[in-house]
């Protein structure tokens, strides 16, 4: 029975996870994301994860995805200009995927970067799901915990940068041009006979 769980759940992510990324409207395309996030909920709760899993609704989907939502719909985001410069910069982009694809396979799969410090480490049945968790990501596996919180700063820069751009993609008022208008760009005075109402 867990393992028909497993795979029910395990088709769903798959299925949420593509789903993310083909469909066109932003607001669905979070929903299923949010779908994606309960589905590896219930893979980590069935691998016996349970801090994982509690963490990843508390702070993903409830946190992160309301956030993500109220912006997507408080901005209304103009998809036409996102989509414009998507055809160009396609390929730089597979480059750079398939390169950051082939630097973590081998950062993850290599002895490198392994440490023999965890394997000192007395390890009993009776401590708790988030202890051994602490102890693995600080201890065997601490360099791809750095890797990736460096990996993270670099697309909370990019984030940045990409939102202080020139290119407004957002509809926006501008002060200084409100204040410089003058009546005679919004008003115009036109003079007409007046007529008379025949009998």
Same mark, same amino acid.
């Given at each position: 029975m867990t393992q028909i769980i497993f795979y029910i759940f395990g088709a769903m992510l798959l299925l949420s996870a593509t789903m993310v990324v083909v469909i066109k409207n932003p607001?669905?395309?979070?929903?299923?994301?949010?779908?994606?996030?309960? +589905? $590896?909920?219930?893979?980590?709760?069935?691998?016996?994860?349970?801090?994982?899993?509690?963490?990843?609704?508390?702070? #993903?989907?409830?946190? /992160?995805?309301? *956030?993500?939502?109220?912006? /997507? !719909?408080?901005?209304?985001?103009? *998809?036409?200009?996102?989509?414009?410069?998507?055809?160009? #910069?396609?390929?730089?982009?597979?480059?750079?995927?398939?390169?950051?694809?082939?630097? !973590?396979?081998? /950062?993850?799969?290599?002895? #490198?970067?392994?440490?023999?410090? #965890?394997? =000192?480490? $007395?390890? +009993?049945?009776? =401590?708790?799901?988030?202890?051994?968790?602490?102890?693995?990501?600080y201890t065997d596996y601490l360099y791809q915990f750095e890797i990736a919180g460096a990996i993270l700063l670099v697309a909370i820069i990019a984030a940045i940068s990409l939102s202080m751009s020139k290119s407004k993609i957002t509809k926006s008022t501008h002060p200084n041009e409100q204040v410089l208008a003058k009546k005679e760009d919004r008003l115009r005075v036109v003079k007409m006979k007046s007529e008379e109402k025949k009998g």
């Open positions: 607001i669905h395309a979070a929903l299923f994301l949010v779908l994606s996030f309960f +589905s $590896s909920a219930a893979v980590w709760l069935l691998l016996n994860a349970e801090f994982l899993a509690i963490a990843l609704v508390l702070v #993903y989907v409830g946190a /992160v995805m309301v *956030l993500f939502l109220f912006v /997507v !719909m408080m901005l209304d985001i103009n *998809l036409a200009t996102l989509r414009e410069g998507f055809a160009r #910069y396609f390929p730089l982009g597979i480059i750079i995927a398939l390169l950051m694809v082939i630097a !973590m396979g081998m /950062v993850v799969g290599s002895d #490198y970067f392994a440490s023999d410090t #965890y394997k =000192q480490i $007395s390890i +009993s049945a009776t =401590q708790s799901n988030t202890k051994l968790l602490g102890l693995a990501i």
